[in-house]
């Protein structure tokens, strides 16, 4: 019974561990998109910069 118990606690610690994780990982994510998008903001930037390139095909990289 004591087994159980421990390994019940472990397992909880872990998923509260991993709920950390995500939550920061998530908070620095935010963090980047709003840097990303204040610098968009000042540089006057509404799009992508890459939307109006031509798609190159992988076989023309190969020459």
Avoid: V
């Amino acid at each position: 019974m004591f087994e159980f118990e421990l390994q019940q606690i472990r397992s909880e610690e872990m998923i509260r561990r991993a709920q950390t994780y995500r939550l920061a990982k998530e908070a620095a994510s935010g963090r980047r998109a709003a840097r990303r998008a204040a610098r968009r903001s000042a540089e006057g930037d509404t799009e992508r910069a890459h939307s109006d390139s031509p798609r190159r095909h992988r076989s023309a990289r190969t020459a």
